[in-house]
């Protein structure tokens, strides 16, 4: 690591990973064109009621377009590096079978794009779009959706692994299943809970039958996956609080995690489970322990846990919230990094997502001043580089997102972008906190 040249410097490594993160559905649009098949986002946006302001993510940032534009916003930015999603259905329309040349070329021009404008990509395989042809043949809670997303690994690794040497197979398993399948937020929109379990199961099998496909078909490749993390802070001293808060840490991290170290499912969540779980096979376990190049970590804030719900007297959130209703705790992504790395001590560590949503507009000047994104990046970060100083190998460091786009459930008025878009015309802004991280890359330091 360099040397911090002053106290009030903060300088990160020379070859660490700035970046912006971004999802197929959540920018592309063209949600049907050049062959493209239908994904459980499809269906599920097109079903009334589903999103809160009854969008779809039909044209979203309309990036399947424009992305030459959106690649030379990043160079202007200065990012090293890109992490954004590959479409399922693009790729295999059916979700597995006829290949769609349309889809590998559109990602093919676009992994050239960046790489001629200096910027490595990050590639995640699923970020929760699934072919809406494999959900009606059961979806994530059947096994045989984890057999078809080996062979989507396959043609996509075969493809682009000449040229891409950092792959993530699943984005947030933790999500996607229990959001997905247990409380039907997100598509398909099933309220499961042995559903749920059994997703979550196979999108970890998924990963670990990827794995080894990626590093065959993309020699020297680094491959691993992206977690959601989320610590857990007790309401109060109380036992049965701190019982509380042991808990979610086993339901919404260890769940995830444990398997992924080899170590199985933590007991005293499967005790409380009480399912059967007979949707584990002999050797599985081991297939999900394939051993990992990285951990990708998505951290936004922590969460409150008390036996009696979520209030407290004795812990006080900070009393700041993002628009998503989210404390701002920055104290987290040290809890969450120092956490992951003295659990389980994966080789690297990556940021893949951290930022925060404002209800951002564009001023009489044509400009969008964004000083609380601003606040909410320099405060994480510098979480980033205290762990860095510790010798923990935290790499790089991607902030969600680079476009305002569309926020799932809640279409697009929720804003995370460093870029604002204007959802009308398509325009683009470079946010205040787009110009602040350009600085930051510049100069490798916070200041
Ligand atoms: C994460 C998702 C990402 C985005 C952010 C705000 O859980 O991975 O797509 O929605 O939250």
């Known amino acids: 690591m360099s040397q911090d040249t002053s106290p009030a410097v903060r300088s990160f490594p020379r070859d660490f990973a700035w970046g912006a993160a971004t999802a197929a559905y959540q920018i592309e649009g063209a949600w049907n064109e050049d062959g493209k098949g239908e994904s ?23 990036h399947y377009h424009r992305w030459r534009e959106d690649v030379a ?24 079978g006829h290949v769609n040349r349309a889809g590998i070329d559109f990602y093919s021009r676009l992994v050239e794009g960046l790489l001629a404008a200096g910027i490595e990509p990050f590639v995640t395989l699923y970020h929760w779009d699934l072919p809406q042809r494999l959900q009606e043949a059961g979806g994530w809670p059947a096994r045989r ?22 792959w993530m197979s699943i984005n947030e398993p933790h999500i996607s299943a229990l959001i997905g399948y247990g409380e039907g937020r997100h598509a398909p929109g099933h309220r499961d809970q042995h559903e749920a379990l059994a997703a979550a199961h196979h999108l970890l099998l998924a990963h670990g039958l990827a794995v080894p496909i990626l590093r065959a078909n993309s020699p020297g490749a680094k491959a691993g996956i992206a ?13 049965a609080d701190e019982a509380a808060a042991r808990f979610a840490d086993g339901v919404t991290n260890r769940w995830f995690l444990d398997p992924l170290a080899g170590r199985g499912y933590p007991d005293d969540i499967r005790g409380a489970y009480g399912d059967d779980m007979g949707f584990v096979r002999d050797g599985d376990l081991d297939q999900i322990a394939v051993p990992l190049d990285f951990i990708g970590i998505n951290y936004y804030a922590r969460n409150i846990a008390g036996a009696r719900g979520h209030s407290s007297s004795t812990v006080s959130p900070s009393g700041e919230y993002t628009e998503m209703g989210w404390e701002v705790y920055p104290e987290g992504m040290f809890d969450t990094l120092t956490q992951v790395h003295s659990m389980y001590g994966f080789p690297a560590l990556y940021i893949t ?9 564009v001023g009489p000047d044509r400009q969008v ?37 569309f926020e799932w459930s809640f279409g697009t008025s929720k ?4 870029v604002y878009v204007d959802f009308e015309t398509q325009e683009r802004i470079l946010k205040s906190s787009a110009r602040w991280y350009q600085g930051l890359i510049q100069g490798n330091a916070l200041v």
């Not at 459980?40 to 309309?62: L, M, N």
């Not at 007790?234 to 036992?239: L, T, V």
Request: charge should be negative; glycine fraction near 8%.
């Open 40 to 62: 459980i986002w499809d269906r599920f946006s097109h079903t009334p009621g589903r999103i809160e302001t009854g969008e779809t993510g039909d044209v979203a940032c309309d």
């Open 369 to 405: 001043h964004d000083p609380r994104r601003i606040s909410y990046l320099r405060r994480h970060i510098e979480q980033v580089h205290k762990v860095i100083s510790l010798g923990i190998p935290v790499r790089g460091y991607f902030a969600w997102s680079l476009l305002d786009n």
């Open 227 to 239: 977690i959601d993390h989320h610590p857990q802070t007790p309401a109060s001293s109380d036992p």
């Open 353 to 361: 997502e951290n930022g925060a949503a404002y209800a951002d507009a």
């Open 145 to 166: 959706t984890a057999d078809a997303f080996a062979d989507y690994a396959d043609v996509v690794s075969r493809s682009l692994g000449d040229r891409v040497q950092q």
């Open 415 to 418: 804003r995370f972008g460093l």
């Open 73 to 96: 916003l990043m160079q202007e930015l200065g990012l090293k590096a890109y992490r954004f999603s590959i479409s399922w259905p693009r790729i295999l329309p059916e979700g597995r």
